[in-house]
């Protein structure tokens, strides 16, 4: 993933909470645009006790510590709420669709 990538989606108004997925197969949330950090190669994300993928539910409210991730460690982003995340694709190739028969 790129920095300016992930800054855009960052900036984008209203905020729409979004989960990184990482190439180690971690998860972490970004609830707040002010809870994350980007630089060229990596983003700071303040994370609450509560605030890990396998644990479901409100965000802490205050931040326990910052774990950081290599940029390009990041295979994926979804938003929170189930809904895409607006701002640029990813690039690459899309995948395929199958085509489904009709019935």
């Given at each position: 993933m790129r920095a300016d990538d992930l800054r855009e989606l960052l900036n984008?108004?209203?905020?729409?909470?979004?989960?990184?997925?990482?190439s180690s197969g971690q998860a972490v949330?970004?609830?707040?645009?002010?809870?994350?950090?980007?630089s060229r190669s990596l983003v700071?994300?303040?994370?609450?006790r509560g605030d890990?993928?396998?644990?479901?539910?409100?965000p802490d409210r205050v931040v326990h510590?910052?774990?950081?991730?290599?940029?390009?460690?990041?295979?994926?982003?979804?938003?929170i709420n189930g809904q895409r995340p607006?701002?640029?694709?990813p690039k690459g190739p899309r995948p395929k669709r199958r085509k489904t028969k009709p019935k």
């Open positions: 984008q108004r209203p905020f729409e909470p979004v989960r990184l997925h990482i949330d970004i609830w707040h645009p002010e809870l994350a950090i980007v700071m994300v303040g994370v609450g890990r993928a396998d644990e479901p539910g409100e510590h910052f774990a950081h991730y290599n940029l390009l460690h990041i295979v994926k982003i979804e938003p607006k701002g640029p694709r």
